[in-house]
């Protein structure tokens, strides 16, 4: 960094004061600075936390359930008639989302809510830097904690109903693509809710817009006529998201692969969104 | 250096700032002065370019504040407004800064010290009084050693104490050849400290003036005298640059242009006895007052015909400033 050697000192007459360290804004120091700011609020930790509770907690709770009604032989509902050891220990990412998304939403809008992005725009004037680096941080993160939380909860789970018939190893056929993609789709949303928190600059607004669209236009869109419905319904960003992580895929779902594609689509979208308004809009 | 040209800042109908030409000079300070609403803070926002100028630009040190590799080391800010996160340490929000510029971590408690923080820097700044909130928002500016620094009204909220501490803060760093930008609606504040003064009103530049001149252009001093014939006193007295105004019948005379020491000899020479003969200087404050009056946005009125004269003689006065800052 230190290119310019101490004895040059800039010929300015006007300006008397000694020339100090030479400073400069990189990516790389962005992108320290955003990972900083991240984990220097106890607001992350907390939800993290909860986001990674909930993973576990809840695949284990459902692995339970299936495993008590199993032994009891009592009726199985319809959520549990199908249950296979992945499907179990991915009960938790309905909530996990939920929590990794709107911490998404609070590392970009907290920024507005609080003035905090005026020292950050005056510190990073060109902007877009301070996107890319919040979604890439946030994004790693998320990933990394979401990873993790469903392989643990299908490592305990595949334990649990192991003498069932929803028996499961890691080694059965797609099983770790549905782990990853899991974990992916949960990195992915929060990028999703560092986007939309840029772009709506509000806490409440980007919490309000990243649930419905994630829980509510499912099922406004399930009361289309069903020959709009199979058309529109497989790329709704849920949808598309869910067959990241599902073992069985059939005529009205994407494939894996599709739905990777489509989620990333919508990622980009909102990322594209959030930039636009960024560089355009004054802080 | 700040160098704002033709800068010009709408909100819909409403024109913030109305075309402001101004260079911000460095090794001085410089007051930027106007009354509640005159656009003091929107043209610090563009400056560091958090809002984009609807038409015209500012420069910082020759380029826009964006085109810098270190924005920081070119300009530190204090905005109005607190510029941070309520749940994060004073150290962990200036930290976080200085890692945007790759500023070590010794520049950081430098500031810290500087400021007087040190007992507080590992707390949230959400829980800091005003007069905290501002020493952090001032550590925050000096962290990249900026070579100009502008401050947004910094010494609101501070007590006794800090406002000195400020003033003392705002000379050390223009002694030391940086550009000192600092705004305020108080004239009394800037001008304990500032050398130059640009003064706003509804967004416009009203005067681009030092300290000295604004007061010599509102009147200078004007002396008070009382004689036993002042009829005869104010032919003594005439000459080009000196001006007498006085109630006809009434023994007082106010004198424009001539010390009191001068006035004092001259009546001596002619043999006018002299019953009062007093010096009054035109305050800045007064200064200020004339010059924006008409630009204030939201009068507060004690008696109604009060205010309407005072209105009144502001505004001839407000009129032959503008020309004389035109001209």
């Not at chain 1, 700011?37 to 576990?56: A, C, D």
């Not at chain 1, 986007?195 to 009361?223: D, K, T």
């Not at chain 2, 530049?205 to 030092?210: E, G, P, S």
């Amino acid at each position: 960094m230190s290119t310019i050697a101490p004895t040059q000192t800039p010929a300015s007459p006007t300006v008397q004061r000694p020339a100090g360290p030479a400073y400069r804004v990189t990516a790389a120091r962005v992108l320290r600075a955003e990972w900083a700011k991240m984990w220097s609020l106890r607001s992350t930790w907390i939800t993290l936390g909860l986001g990674l509770l909930f993973l576990v907690a809840f695949g284990l709770i459902a692995a339970f359930q299936f495993k008590s009604r199993i032994t009891s032989g009592r009726p199985m509902d319809r959520d549990f008639a199908d249950a296979t050891a992945l499907s179990l220990s991915l009960f938790g990412t309905n909530f996990a989302q939920l929590a990794l998304g709107v911490l998404g939403v609070l590392v970009a809008a907290g920024e507005y809510s609080t003035g905090m992005i005026r020292s950050t725009l005056a510190a990073v004037p060109r902007r877009l830097p301070v996107l890319w680096s919040k979604a890439t941080v946030y994004g790693l993160t998320a990933l990394l904690l979401a990873t993790v939380g469903v392989f643990v909860a299908f490592a305990a789970d595949s334990q649990i109903v192991s003498s069932t018939r929803a028996a499961m190893t890691l080694s059965d056929a797609g099983v770790v693509r549905s782990l990853l993609g899991a974990g992916l789709y949960l990195a992915l949303v929060g990028v999703i809710g560092v986007a939309l928190g840029m772009l709506l600059r509000s806490v409440a607004g980007g919490i309000s817009v990243l649930v419905a669209s994630l829980m509510l236009v499912p099922g406004l869109v399930s009361l289309l006529p069903s020959s709009w419905q199979s058309h529109i319904s497989p790329y709704l960003p849920s949808h598309a998201g869910e067959a990241m992580f599902t073992l069985h895929h059939d005529a009205t779902t994407l494939s894996p692969g599709a739905g990777l594609a489509v989620f990333l689509g919508w990622t980009v979208l909102a990322l594209a969104g959030a930039a636009v308004r960024l560089v355009r809009t004054d802080a | 250096m700040i160098e704002a040209h033709q800068l010009t800042k709408r909100y819909g109908e409403k024109t913030a700032v109305d075309r402001l030409d101004f260079t911000v000079k460095p090794g001085t300070v410089t007051g930027f002065l106007g009354p509640n609403g005159a656009g003091k803070s929107t043209t610090m926002r563009m400056i560091v370019g958090l809002d984009a100028p609807t038409s015209g630009s500012v420069r910082v040190n020759g380029r826009s504040y964006a085109a810098h590799a270190a924005p920081l080391q070119e300009v530190g800010a204090l905005l109005e407004a607190r510029s941070i996160h309520p749940g994060r340490s004073a150290f962990n929000h200036l930290m976080a800064q200085a890692h945007t510029h790759g500023i070590p971590r010794s520049r950081v408690e430098e500031v810290i010290e500087l400021t007087g923080l040190q007992s507080v820097a590992g707390k949230r700044a959400g829980a800091f009084s005003l007069g905290m909130g501002q020493r952090l928002g001032i550590a925050a500016a000096l962290l990249g050693d900026p070579a100009t620094v502008m401050l947004d009204e910094p010494v609101n909220g501070l007590d006794p104490e800090g406002v000195l501490w400020i003033r003392n803060l705002l000379t050390g760093l223009a002694e030391e050849g940086r550009t000192v930008f600092v705004s305020s609606h108080l004239m009394s504040e800037v001008a304990l400290v500032a050398d130059h003064l640009i003064i706003v009103g509804r967004g416009r530049l009203l005067a681009d003036t030092t300290v000295q001149d604004l007061v010599r252009e509102a009147g200078g001093d004007v002396v008070k005298v009382a004689s036993a014939d002042p009829a005869r006193l104010r032919t003594v007295l005439a000459g080009a640059d000196v001006e007498i105004t006085g109630r006809s019948g009434s023994e007082e005379l106010l004198v424009t242009g001539l010390p009191a020491r001068e006035i004092g000899i001259k009546a001596a020479e002619h043999g006018i006895a002299l019953y009062e003969l007093a010096t009054r200087t035109v305050s800045l404050e007064e200064a200020f007052m004339d010059l924006t009056r008409d630009s204030v946005e939201y009068h507060g009125s004690t008696t109604g015909t009060a205010t309407t004269s005072a209105k009144t003689t502001g505004a001839e006065t407000t009129g032959a400033e503008t020309t004389r800052s035109a001209a």
